[in-house]
């Protein structure tokens, strides 16, 4: 189980960034090279790349910090993708699906301890995980009659997710060292941004590489 960022390629030119990976999913963690967090970084502020409404400030006139804006400005952060899950002994893959976002990983340990459903698109594609007893059901589309699904134990489950985490605190920690060195006088207004996208707490001060 990786959190994912839904990657779309773009020109771009405001700092430095990597290919976009074939996949069309950029795997967060804290094993990312700088150019790939600069992509990342690129993906979630382009989600939040929105006009202002009476409630948030004028766009900035910089092309840099207009593109920052919404990222910075927005109280809930919003970047495409989600968790993704890859069966490695079937080669079935669970993907985030186009109601999908990042911001939501938690819902899945609403999942684990509470039960119930999540949906994670509509058709033609409706990826969903259901929760039965001690069991949790992938299905990877819901829409398609026979659709491949994975079933695991709520204890490994909750295994998976304490990895997801860790991985999202790692990339936190990565992103804010990034953005000291790229966006110095944005650093900490960028970095809480993303801690309330990843709802999980800010680093106290950009870690030493």
Do not use: K
């Not at 109280?75 to 890859?86: I, W």
């Not at 804010?176 to 001060?205: C, F, G, K, N, Q």
């Amino acid at each position: 189980m990786q959190p994912v960022l839904e990657a779309v390629p773009r020109s771009f030119g405001l700092w430095p960034v990597a290919d976009i990976p074939p996949s069309g999913f950029l795997p967060l963690s804290g094993r990312l090279s700088s150019a790939e967090v600069g992509t990342a970084m690129m993906l979630i502020a382009s989600c939040n790349d929105i006009d202002p409404d009476d409630d948030r400030p004028p766009r900035p006139a910089g092309a840099r910090d207009s593109f920052l804006h919404g990222l910075l400005t927005f109280g809930s952060p919003y970047a495409a993708g989600g968790l993704r899950v890859a069966d490695t002994s079937s080669g079935v893959d669970f993907l985030p699906g186009c109601c999908d976002g990042l911001e939501d990983w938690r819902d899945w340990q609403r999942l684990v301890d509470d039960g119930g459903l999540l949906g994670f698109g509509h058709e033609p594609v409706s990826p969903i995980a259901e929760r039965f007893g001690d069991t949790v059901r992938l299905t990877v589309n819901a829409e398609q009659t026979g659709s491949p699904v994975m079933e695991l134990p709520v204890a490994e489950l909750r295994r998976l997710l304490a990895d997801v985490e860790r991985d999202l605190a790692d990339f936190l920690a990565l992103a804010a060292h990034w953005a000291s060195e790229y966006l110095p006088d944005r650093s900490a207004t960028v970095t809480a941004a993303l801690a309330r996208l990843l709802d999980l707490p800010a680093p106290v001060s950009p870690p030493t590489p």
